[in-house]
């Protein structure tokens, strides 16, 4: 790649303007993005592993805040942001496929589940979930996949409160539809009415 400019990098005011950076440089990456992403996509691999645009998106998220420093990031900080980045890949994946099979379960179309057997469930596709997030090859030590698989059980169990809100709402409504049918002078010995 060419040089971006010395007001690249030598402006502390630099703000990431297009016009403040050399042509070539600007051609050069137009290049490399047309390479990268052409319409015939070779499968990307990170750590010998293809991974999903989810994870690509990940891995990008976490390069940029360690390059938002004002110096250039030590090799030791590349290689923590590929490893947190990783694992943050991992979480999603596990994450999205809870939300996805919970909504299979218990989604806005489906019909109102027991209590219990939402509970059920839940635990099920939890441990399914976590089985996921420990069976992709992850970066980083176990240290640092605890700390995103407690984040990803902490999210899971915050997700599981919305569904059980919503499940409830099911009931109340499947009751105010029953409600006009229900003879009620049936109860009235129970209220000594």
Sequence with gaps: MPHPGLKVCTSPEFDGKLKDIEKDFKTYVQKFVESTFTPVLSLKQING???????????????????EADELPE??????ATAEANNLAAKAISKEFYRHAMEQHCGGDRPYMHPQHLSAANL???EESIKKFQSIPKMGG?????KYLDELRQEMSEDFEGYVKHNDSKFLFTLCLYLPTINFS????????
């Design 75 to 80: 090799p030791k900080s590349m290689l923590m």
């Design 124 to 126: 099920q596709i939890q």
């Design 142 to 146: 176990d240290t640092l996949s605890l």
């Design 49 to 67: 592993r293809e991974i999903t645009t989810l994870e690509l998106f990940e891995y990008f998220k976490a390069y940029c805040r360690v390059f």
């Design 186 to 193: 049936h109860f009235y010995y129970l209220f000594d009415i």
